[in-house]
């Protein structure tokens, strides 16, 4: 029998319960979302990259927590709603290094990404990395994580019944939906100011993970059909976007892969305890605005072609010595994905870039660490991560080969 509420179902409820959560909380998210529908409904003759109906719904989050226990909770949670970790991502070796590794949990198949594609970046901070961490500071580190609780184990209890069940009822899901919404809020708990400032002094990132008791979504991204327009568009309504648009350039044939813009979001009020136990009002600035545009997703050896097109000081001058201008010729060459090989049918990526996650990381930051000189000495990978939380990574080349299939 199946479930009243199904998997899907409950995604899309997770999706528009953060939506509303993140609106309530983070005022320009609405004035993003409102900019994003008036480009799409301006651009719709784009969709040849997904209905009107899932682009308008479309969203990424992006959440962070301290350690590989926490990264399994969440895996957990999320496969109730059918996201699996897709990827993994060393954002420690972009060329602005940020202390932490990811992955993105969301649907694998091509009838629920079209049902609902909601999917989170959610990324692990690397305190074992001494490039980074003295093993003094990350023994407090790895202590303060282990003492914390980010989810009640009733709700990862929940998450696992209901991912077995493929579902569950509608008084269920209401509640259970709710709850894991509500554990990515932003707390009102007092904060250690002492502690945080120590974090903040080594690394933002980490003060951001490891400074609080709690995690929070730090953003939730819209998808836009043209994201010139919407960064025009929002700097004309007085938002400060970032300099430049993270990922391939505006080209003259098909858009590949992703493209992203954000900006920094205001100081939003927090609590702060001093050494001495007194609880005073302060403010901080840690979550941001970002929205995306979608392309057609490239096959590894598009992907060589890419990352070689963008190691050149002007990509969009050189863009046409590595890609042709059309579709046709994209799929002939085996360069991007398209279903049944039809370049009227191109597959849209669904997965991250690491160099843009990297500056997207750090623009919004007021500063970073800098990783210290030296190899990297710790066990973090894609294996690595897939054993800690106890279960398979998906590659995504292997998903867009399946859909390019089907
Ligand atoms: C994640 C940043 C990466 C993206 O869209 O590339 C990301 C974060 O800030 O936690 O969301
Ligand atoms: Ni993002």
């Known amino acids: 029998m199946t479930s009243p509420v199904q998997t899907w179902q409950l995604r899309a409820q997770f999706a528009a319960g ?10 320009a998210y ?3 979302v409102e900019v994003s529908a008036q480009v799409n409904s301006a651009h719709t ?20 927590v301290g350690n590989a226990r926490e990264l399994a909770q969440v895996a957990d949670l999320f496969s109730a709603f059918g996201m ?16 932490v590794v990811s992955t993105a949990f969301r649907p694998i198949d091509p009838d629920e990404l079209a049902r609902n594609p909601f999917r989170v970046f959610t990324s692990m901070l690397a305190a074992a990395d001494t490039r980074f961490f003295a093993p003094e500071l990350r023994t407090r580190v790895d202590h303060f994580l282990d003492n914390r609780q980010l989810f009640d184990p009733s709700l990862i209890a929940s998450a696992r019944r209901i991912a077995a069940a493929g579902g569950c009822s509608a008084d269920e899901a209401q509640e259970f939906v709710a709850a894991a919404v509500a554990a990515f809020a932003l707390s009102r708990e007092p904060i250690d100011r002492a502690w945080y400032e120590e974090l ?10 490891a400074g609080v008791s709690t995690t929070h979504l730090n953003h939730l991204t819209p998808r836009v059909l043209d994201i010139d327009a919407l960064q025009h568009q929002m700097t004309a309504r007085g938002i400060t976007m970032i300099d430049h648009i993270q990922g391939p350039p505006r080209v003259d044939g098909p858009q590949v892969l992703l493209r992203q813009t954000s900006f920094r979001a205001l100081a939003e009020p927090r609590r702060f305890r001093s050494p001495s136990g007194t609880v005073s009002e302060g403010t901080l600035r840690v979550r941001f605005g970002e929205v995306e545009q979608r392309g057609v997703a490239l096959t590894p050896a598009g992907r060589r072609r890419y990352d070689a097109a963008m190691s050149a000081p002007d990509p969009a001058a050189g863009w046409h010595e590595h890609f042709p201008a059309t579709d046709t010729e994209m799929a002939e060459a085996g360069l991007a994905y398209y279903r049944g090989g039809d370049p009227s049918k191109p597959v849209v990526y669904e997965d991250f870039l690491p160099a843009s996650a990297a500056g997207i990381f750090r623009s919004n930051l007021d500063g970073d660490a800098s990783a210290a000189e030296g190899g990297d000495t710790t066990d973090y990978s894609l294996e690595w991560m897939a054993g800690q939380i106890g279960r398979h990574i998906h590659d ?4 867009y080969e399946k859909v390019a299939c089907s």
């Open 30 to 32: 609405h004035t993003l």
């Open 45 to 64: 003759g784009a969709l040849r990259l997904g209905s009107l109906e899932r682009v308008t719904a479309e969203r990424h989050g992006a959440v962070r």
């Open 396 to 399: 995504p080349y292997d998903l």
């Open 200 to 209: 903040s002094a080594v690394s933002a990132v980490a003060a951001d993970i």
């Open 18 to 27: 953060l939506s509303r959560m993140y609106g309530a909380e983070v005022p």
């Open 84 to 99: 699996y970790p897709v990827g993994f991502y060393d954002l420690r070796t972009a060329a602005s290094p940020v202390p």
